[in-house]
């Protein structure tokens, strides 16, 4: 079985947990948490009938980043050959992180089950965030 689906729109990383000072509870940040539902939605949207993945897992994210405004045309084409990668935040371990938290329960059972995994930053002509999940 895969799982293979798109987030558009502006690439969120993990966030940090926070502590309430007063009350002394930690927290998950809410755009950590509002983007993570946001990953579950646009999977349940191409996968409504979805069932967990059981075996041992495969994961490849593709993050691709806007290229940014004040770029120099003749490294454009550079960028969108994958020659130049974006170096800016988020991180690729928070990408990662929000992703396969967002995922957990959903496309697979747990985490421990992913053993191989594959991750890029890059540029493209939208921002997005391609995710293929499979067994293997």
Do not use: C, H
Request: proline residues 6%.
């Amino acid at each position: 079985m895969k799982y293979e689906f798109e987030v558009p729109g502006t690439i969120k990383g993990k966030g940090r947990p926070r502590v309430n000072s007063y009350t002394g509870i930690v927290y998950t940040p809410t755009k950590t948490k509002d983007y993570e539902y946001l990953v579950e939605q646009y999977f349940l949207l191409k996968y409504p009938k979805f069932e967990p993945l059981e075996g041992r897992i495969a994961v490849s994210i593709a993050a691709s980043f806007n290229i940014p405004k004040n770029t120099k045309k003749q490294e454009i084409g550079k960028m969108l050959d994958n020659s130049i990668s974006p170096t800016k935040k988020p991180d690729i371990d928070n990408i990662v992180k929000i992703i396969l938290d967002a995922m957990n329960k959903f496309a697979f059972k747990d985490d421990t089950q992913i053993t191989k995994l594959n991750v890029e930053k890059k540029y493209g002509t939208e921002e997005k965030v391609s995710i293929i999940i499979e067994e293997y």
